[in-house]
């Protein structure tokens, strides 16, 4: 391992989540959109019985995985029968938007701050254009082959707290107070927290480990509808096509082409601005669907967005009256930080964990969202806390494995902190 640690105990805890990160990461976990049942893949509950194998191994003797997919264990705590309980959590579904079967995960030790080439399909990683990457020169970077996903998002995350969950009941002399452990689902379909049952939980606050750079808390994110729209047309042969086909293909790119292009899209906006953005557009000319999410960390902004596409998709389509359009909206989350900011006690821990570890915390809201979204509105306060992943969705994904080590290390002290602090 390279020497670049923050601190002795994210050394000792390296080999450990490395470990780990490259047996789960192997293991199929792909969510899929429109689920019929949770989860909505089979390769979930896969690593859902490993990661309760490995949580009894460990001493977690109530360790279970529900139908549904979720995973919950008990590390109790040591510091009394009064102690507050808190919760950690990861997702252990990866992103439907890149190819994500047969992960085969590849170690660059001590990273020269050069291009990487991957060995399949040409995938390249570029520090001029990642300057994360070239941040991390030194380090041990964790990258697929090229062809597939990594799965850092969020298995990074499921590795950090097994890892730290292994090493505090290794390590019965470092005070803590219950900790509540929860892997859940299809977190990256807006799904994770849906059959979250959050007072069989019992937490008074938790924390999610799906971030990306060292140092980062967020208590803000996105917040995000999906909007579903059906063009219907008329199909006829196109040989015999004249004054009768009405082509649905035709119109739902219009309706795309039709909205601004120089803003309220991912690649023209940062910072605190919203977009709207198609994911998916199919059909024939006689029927087509197109996808978007609308994204906004100001509801009333989020509004706006959403009767623009709204209003432009109804223009494009009344052009012929021949033609139809349905129109569905579907909440997804909403954002997080009104609620977090009455709840300083759960922040200030975190970042107390984080400075423990030698690290500044970076406060920036998420440009997109997490189980945490939802679960502070249902109830469970949970901000969120960095993993040492980048370039999630995409075969470019990698992590650092230092940055992974620290964060498991985080967790440990997180536990630590609120054994001396839980009452605050």
Request: glycine fraction near 10%; include cysteine.
């Given at each position: ?14 080999d ?70 808190i ?64 799965g ?15 090493y ?5 002399e470092?005070p ?8 859940t ?18 937490a ?42 009405v082509?649905?293909?035709?119109m ?75 129109f ?75 940055d ?21």
């Amino acid at each position: 391992m390279a020497d670049s640690y923050t601190s002795s105990l994210a050394q000792e805890l390296a080999d450990d989540v490395l470990d780990r990160f490259l047996r789960y990461v192997r293991i199929d976990t792909q969510s899929r959109r429109d689920r019929n049942g949770s989860p909505s893949t089979p390769g979930q509950l896969d690593l859902g019985r490993v990661l309760v194998d490995e949580l009894r191994e460990a001493g977690l003797t109530d360790a279970s995985l529900d139908e549904n997919g979720y995973v919950v264990a008990t590390v109790p705590g040591n510091r009394g029968a009064d102690g507050v309980a808190i919760g950690l959590i990861a997702h252990m579904d990866t992103s439907p938007d890149a190819p994500g079967r047969g992960v085969e995960p590849i170690v660059h030790r001590a990273y020269d701050g050069g291009v990487v080439e991957l060995p399949r399909s040409g995938t390249v990683l570029d520090p001029a254009a990642m300057p994360e990457l070239l941040a991390k020169t030194g380090h041990d970077i964790v990258t697929s082959s090229g062809d597939t996903l990594l799965g850092a998002d969020d298995k990074a995350g499921v590795a950090e707290i097994m890892a730290a969950v292994a090493y505090l009941v290794a390590h019965p002399e470092i005070p803590r107070p219950t900790l509540r452990i929860g892997f859940t689902p299809d977190e990256e379909i807006g799904e994770g927290a849906t059959l979250f049952d959050i007072e069989r939980f019992g937490a008074r606050c938790a924390y999610t480990l799906d971030g990306s750079e060292l140092g980062e808390l967020q208590d803000e994110t996105f917040s995000a509808f999906e909007a579903v729209l059906t063009v219907r047309g008329v199909e006829v042969h196109p040989g015999q096509a004249t004054g009768k086909l009405v082509n649905a293909l035709r119109m739902a790119a219009q309706i795309v082409a039709a909205l601004p292009a120089d803003s309220l899209t991912p690649e023209t906006t940062s910072g605190r601005q919203g977009f709207i953005h198609p994911t998916d557009l199919s059909g024939r000319p006689g029927e087509a669907e197109l996808r978007f999410i609308i994204r906004d960390f100001d509801d009333d902004r989020l509004d706006e967005h959403l009767a623009l596409l709204e209003r432009v998709a109804r223009e494009v389509v009344s052009v012929d009256p021949r033609a139809q359009l349905d129109f569905h909206v579907h909440e997804q989350y909403r954002n997080m930080g009104s609620i977090l900011r009455e709840m300083p006690a759960v922040l200030a821990a975190a970042e107390a964990a984080i400075r423990a570890e030698g690290i500044e915390p970076i406060r920036e809201p998420i440009r997109g969202g997490t189980d945490g979204s939802r679960l502070t509105h249902m109830g469970l306060p949970t901000p969120n806390i960095f993993t040492g992943g980048h370039e999630y969705h995409s075969v470019r994904e990698w992590a650092s494995v230092q940055d992974m080590a620290s964060a498991a290390a985080v967790a440990v002290r997180l536990a630590e902190v609120w054994s001396r602090d839980g009452d605050a």
